[in-house]
């Protein structure tokens, strides 16, 4: 009995150390095995790595960019804007009364204002050089300069000019030092009977011609007669820089032609074009 008891004790010992030895040598195996199987992966992931074909996709359709373009040239350079008539929302209607009482609605934003000043007529204001006749002095001249300030000069007068020392006439222009004049310049023919007088005028440098039947005549400025009808205005013999007043505004004439005449308001130096019409 004693025996089994002892041999059983020593199994038990040997068995303990038994397994410790299986298990270290499977721990072994194992180290070993994982060893092999990594060098396996790592060979496998450099395999892949050097022969790893690159995928060539197909190239992606051209994008039509004409809408995108030309919205942005659509931007860059904006079309243009009209606020004016007849749109009403900058440009209400105007409602106003006449000297008469009437009500007039102003629909077109023409029938007030400086587009309802209607041009009667434009008269031209002229220079005339006139050669009247040889007389002992010289050569006899009407002048006549309708655009001169000075009533004086506007008016005919007769002066006499030779091809002495008296050859200048002073004339409207130029400045109290240096005055403008008409200077005989050339008498062409014979000085008893010439066919034409040759002068210049002294700050302009134009040259004239003149025989006695033909005067020289040229347009220095307008005169313009105009009206108002909403408010049954007249503006007679108007020149440029004079002020007329309608509307409740002042208006100042800038510019007076051949066809038309160009007004300013006064308060915001709006210009309005008004064309001579038949």
Do not use: C
């Not at 790592?42 to 690159?54: F, P």
């Not at 041009?119 to 002095?137: G, S």
């Amino acid at each position: 009995m004693e025996k089994l008891k002892q041999l059983g004790e020593r199994v038990k010992s040997d068995y303990a150390k038994l397994l410790l030895i299986f298990t270290v040598l499977g721990l072994a195996v194992a180290v070993v095995v994982l060893y092999f199987l990594s060098l396996e992966e790592q060979q496998k992931a450099t395999d892949i790595t050097m022969n790893y074909e690159r995928a060539r996709p197909k190239p992606p359709p051209s994008l039509d960019m004409q809408r995108y373009t030309s919205a942005l040239e659509a931007s860059v350079n904006p079309g243009p804007v009209d606020f004016g008539l007849p749109h009403k929302l900058f440009n209400p209607v105007k409602w106003i009364r006449s000297p008469e009482g009437r009500i007039i609605a102003d629909r077109t934003g023409k029938s007030i204002g400086p587009e309802a000043i209607k041009i009667e007529n434009i008269r031209p204001l002229n220079r005339v050089v006139k050669f009247l006749d040889v007389v002992p002095e010289g050569y006899s001249l009407e002048l006549t300069f309708e655009a001169a300030a000075r009533v004086a000069d506007a008016r005919p007068r007769v002066v006499t000019v030779n091809t002495n020392q008296d050859n200048k006439v002073r004339i409207p222009g130029g400045t109290p030092r240096m005055p403008n004049q008409l200077i005989l310049k050339e008498v062409k023919g014979s000085a008893e009977a010439p066919d034409a007088l040759v002068f210049e005028i002294a700050d302009s440098k134009e040259q004239l011609v003149i025989t006695k039947d033909r005067p020289s005549i040229k347009a220095e400025a307008y005169v313009a007669d105009m009206s108002y009808a909403p408010e049954n205005r007249h503006f007679r013999n108007q020149k440029r820089d004079a002020m007329i007043g309608f509307a409740g505004e002042e208006y100042k004439i800038v510019e007076i032609t051949e066809n038309e005449v160009v007004v300013s308001n006064r308060l915001n130096d709006k210009k309005t074009r008004l064309k001579r019409t038949p």
